[in-house]
C-alpha cells in the first residue's frame, strides 16, 4: 500500500529535539578533535572524506577528541532555508496546495516548503510573499520590483511599481540571533512562538481559515458593463464572512479582485459570481481562492515556514581561566554528542568546557624550553617491559603541562583501525602513572628532544609561576591529569570532517551545526 510520512513529522521532531536540547535532564556538547588527519588520510586537507557511521568509528571519535563545549538553551534554534530579496527576482507566491501534480509555477517545486515564497530582507525582517503578480497575462507571476519594509500586520504591497506582489510581514530577526543563527544558507525562526510577547501582534491578528488573496485564472469575457466595479461579492465554502470586490475593466474582463472581508474557518472555498451580482459573461471568469494555513498567517510560524531545521551554535575560544582548547595544533573534525557523562562518573558532564585530553605535569632540567613535536609519539616505562605510549596534542612550555591521545595505534592496530602483527608498543594500550612498578621509572621520552619527568609532588587545578596563576584546565593528581569527560558516554548524534585549520591564541571558531529532520 502507497504511503507517506508527512512533512509535519520532520517539524515535530525538530521541535522535540530543541526541547531535548533545552531541557535540564540531557547535555549536549560540541566537539573539535583529529588533531593527526593526515595520518588517517595523505589527502585529508584536498580530499576530506566522509564520516563514517558504525559503533566502531563512533569508538574511534572518541579517541581522537580534545575538548568540548557545552550547548546551552540559548545556543539551540529551529532555522528555514535563507532567502535575501534581491530586486528582479520572482518568488513564488504562498499556497495551500502545492504537490507533484500542481507544482510551483516559478521554482517547480512539488510542495509548500520546497518553494520559494518567503524573504528576509535588508534589514533582517522576513515577509511571505501572498501575491506574486499572477494573473493570465502572467501566469508564472512577475518580478519583484519594491523591497518590504514595513510591519503592518496585514498584507500589502511594499511600493509604487504595481510589480503586483502582496507581502506579510512575519518576524523580525533579532541581533543576537543573527550573530549566533544566520547562516550562509539559514536563517532563524524565534523560539517559542506560542508564547513570546515579542511576536504576539503578528501570532494574535492571525484568523484561522481565513481568506487574504483571490487569484485570477481565466479574465472571462463579456462580463456585464465594461469598467464596472463590484463590492461584498461572497465567497462560498465551509467557512463564512468572507467577500471580495471585483473590477471590471474596459475590455469587460476582471482585472482585478481584491479581499475586502477575509471571514473565517474556511478550507475551501470559491467566489460566488452570481451571488454577489457579477455577470458571468460569454466566457466564465475562473477565480481562485487561496486558503491561509492552520490557524491563519502567523499563527504558528513553526509550520508556515517549514521549520524542519536546528541550527546548533558553539563559540570555540581560548580562556586563560579554562584552557581546553588547545593551541599550536591543528583540529578536522567537529561533531555533537548528546549525554556524555563525567569522567569515572554516572552523572552527565555539566560544565561549560572540558577537555577529552589525558595530560601530564612535567619537570626537570630545561622543561620550560623543551618542545614536544605535535602529534608525535612519547613513551614512559610503567613497569619490566611494560610501555606506555601517547601522541602529543600540546605542550606549554610555562606550565610544563602536555597534553596527550591515545588511540587504537598505540595497542596492536594503525592509524585507520586495522589490526597489526607487531605493534610497536604491544597489544596492550597502558596508562601513565606517577607510581610505575618494579623495572619502571616516571621518565617521560619525547621521539625527539630531552627526557623529562612526571612531576609526583603536583596536585590541583592551577600553579603558581613568579607570582602569576596559571590555570590548567584539568585537575591534576600526582602529576596525571585524568580529562573531564569520560570516553565512550553518551552518543555521538552528528560528526563532520573538515580540511584541518590550526589553531592559534588568538583564534575563535564558530561552529553551526545544521541539522535537517
Request: net charge negative; proline share 5%.
Amino acid at each position: 500500500m502507497s504511503a507517506i510520512i508527512t512533512d509535519q513529522i520532520r517539524i515535530l521532531n525538530a521541535k522535540n529535539f530543541v526541547a531535548g536540547v533545552t531541557s535540564t535532564a540531557n547535555a549536549y556538547y560540541s566537539f573539535i578533535g583529529l588533531p593527526n588527519p593526515t595520518d588517517v588520510q595523505s589527502d585529508w586537507d584536498t580530499n576530506t572524506p566522509s564520516p563514517k557511521d558504525s559503533f566502531d568509528e563512533e569508538n574511534s571519535y572518541w579517541d581522537t577528541m580534545v575538548a568540548l563545549k557545552k550547548i546551552n538553551s540559548s545556543d539551540v534554534k529551529q532555522v528555514v532555508p535563507k532567502r535575501s530579496w534581491a530586486s528582479g527576482t520572482t518568488y513564488d507566491m504562498y499556497r495551500d496546495d502545492y504537490t507533484r501534480t500542481n507544482t510551483a509555477k516559478v521554482s517547480g517545486a512539488t510542495n509548500l516548503y520546497s518553494a520559494t515564497y518567503f524573504v528576509m530582507n535588508s534589514d533582517f525582517r522576513v515577509y511571505e510573499c501572498l501575491q506574486n503578480g499572477t494573473n493570465p497575462d502572467n501566469p508564472n507571476g512577475r518580478p519583484s520590483l519594491d523591497e518590504p519594509t514595513f510591519t503592518d500586520l496585514e498584507p500589502r504591497s511594499a511600493g509604487t511599481s504595481g510589480d503586483g506582489y502582496i507581502w506579510k510581514y512575519l518576524y523580525t530577526i533579532k541581533p543576537s540571533d543573527i550573530t549566533k543563527f544566520e547562516s550562509t544558507d539559514f536563517m532563524p525562526v524565534p523560539a517559542n512562538w506560542e508564547t513570546s510577547s515579542d511576536d504576539a501582534a503578528v501570532r494574535d491578528n492571525a484568523v484561522d481559515g481565513s481568506v487574504k488573496i483571490v487569484v485570477i485564472n481565466n479574465a472571462g469575457v463579456g462580463i456585464g458593463t465594461a469598467d464596472q466595479t463590484y463590492t461584498k461579492v461572497p465567497i462560498k465554502g465551509n467557512g463564512s464572512g468572507a467577500e471580495c470586490t471585483i473590477t471590471i475593466n474596459s475590455s469587460s474582463q476582471v482585472s482585478d479582485v481584491t479581499v475586502s472581508s477575509q471571514g473565517s474557518g474556511y478550507t475551501y472555498g470559491s467566489v460566488d459570481l452570481v451571488a454577489g451580482g457579477v455577470p458571468t459573461g460569454t466566457t466564465r471568469p475562473e477565480l481562485d481562492v487561496v486558503i491561509s494555513p492552520q490557524g491563519g498567517h502567523g499563527a504558528d510560524i513553526y509550520r508556515e515556514l517549514g521549520a524542519f531545521n536546528v541550527l546548533l551554535y558553539s563559540r570555540i575560544e581560548n580562556d586563560s581561566q579554562n584552557p581546553d582548547f588547545i593551541t599550536g595544533n591543528q583540529i578536522a573534525r567537529i561533531g555533537v554528542v548528546e549525554n556524555p557523562k563525567a569522567f569515572n562518573s554516572s552523572s552527565l558532564l555539566s560544565v561549560d568546557k572540558a577537555t577529552a585530553s589525558g595530560a601530564l605535569k612535567l619537570v626537570g632540567s630545561g622543561y620550560s624550553s623543551a618542545t614536544f613535536t605535535a602529534d608525535a609519539y612519547f613513551t614512559q616505562t610503567i613497569g619490566a617491559g611494560e610501555t606506555a605510549a601517547g601522541r602529543v596534542v600540546s605542550y606549554d612550555q610555562t606550565t610544563g603541562v602536555l597534553k596527550f591521545w591515545q588511540d587504537r595505534s598505540l595497542a596492536g592496530f594503525n592509524t585507520v583501525g586495522t589490526a597489526v602483527t607487531q605493534p610497536l608498543y604491544g597489544f596492550k594500550l597502558n596508562a601513565f602513572t606517577a607510581s610505575p612498578s618494579t623495572g619502571g621509572n616516571i621518565t617521560i621520552v619525547p621521539s625527539t628532544g630531552s627526557n623529562l619527568a612526571i612531576d609526583t609532588s603536583f596536585t590541583g587545578v592551577s600553579t603558581v609561576i613568579n607570582n602569576r596563576t596559571h590555570f590548567l584546565g584539568q585537575e591534576f593528581t600526582n602529576g596525571i591529569g585524568d580529562p573531564e569527560v569520560k570516553k565512550y558516554s553518551g552518543n555521538i548524534i552528528y560528526v563532520d570532517n573538515r580540511p584541518s585549520i590550526t589553531r592559534s591564541s588568538t583564534q575563535k571558531e564558530d561552529i553551526k551545526v545544521i541539522l535537517q529532520f
